[in-house]
């Protein structure tokens, strides 16, 4: 395992611990799109299901129980404990709209056509437009809490460095997985422009503020 695959795993602890914390302080999750957290719980759903298959090592096991814990709390926290802040009428990203092109094309490009592999093919390809929701959501509102953008500062991070880590990997292992380098790298671009407002808004104190959709 090498350096940027563990500065990966760091930062999207990081993201969804932030994210966990600021609703808990506020006591509130508006802003936060629930449509995005139950899209990620579906992906470490179905990625994570070789827990039950194989052992690789003690932190891919912790992380993997980590992972899944913080995702179902955090639809708990969304849709029950502060379900009346939840902001249901801007979080209108049609699901159906990733879900079913998802589903097609893990059936049609996998590694091999059996339950698990399609399941682990789906979660990669949904995991790299699973921000779409929140990102469409923020489009819709205009503006995004500061704490907000740093969850999404720190997921994007996590993508970008596991491009690295990819490379990386190339470079001293000859590995390279088509299906998690393509996906990665789509996820990687829908952060772009945040990327730039971050820098240049919220880094510098600004609200991050967006033009209102027509």
């Known amino acids: 395992m090498n350096i940027f695959r563990i500065l990966g795993d760091v930062s999207h602890l990081l993201a969804i611990i932030i994210l966990l914390l600021k609703i808990v302080k506020s006591k509130s999750c508006a802003g936060i799109s629930g449509k995005s957290q139950i899209l990620f719980a579906l992906v470490f759903t179905t990625r994570y299901l070789d827990l039950f298959t194989s052992f ?33 009428e801007n979080d209108s990203f049609r699901l159906e709209f990733l879900l079913v092109p998802v589903t097609g094309l893990s059936f049609l490009e996998n590694h091999s056509f059996t339950p698990l592999e399609i399941l682990w093919t789906f979660s990669i390809y949904l995991e790299s437009v699973a921000i779409l929701p929140q990102l469409f959501m923020i489009s819709k509102t205009g503006e995004a809490e500061t704490i907000t953008t740093h969850y999404l500062f720190f997921l994007g991070l996590y993508r970008a460095l596991y491009i690295a880590n990819w490379v990386w990997r190339y470079h001293t292992e000859n590995f390279y997985d088509q299906i998690a380098v393509v996906s990665g790298v789509v996820q990687t ?10 820098v240049t808004k919220v880094l510098k104190g600004k609200k991050l503020s967006l033009p209102m959709p027509v």
């Open 56 to 88: 690789i090592s003690v932190y891919n096991t912790v992380m993997k129980v980590i992972f899944l814990i913080c995702a179902y709390v955090t639809v708990y926290m969304i849709y029950v404990k502060f379900r009346k802040t939840f902001d249901s």
């Open 189 to 198: 671009i829908f952060y772009c422009d945040f990327f730039y407002l971050y």
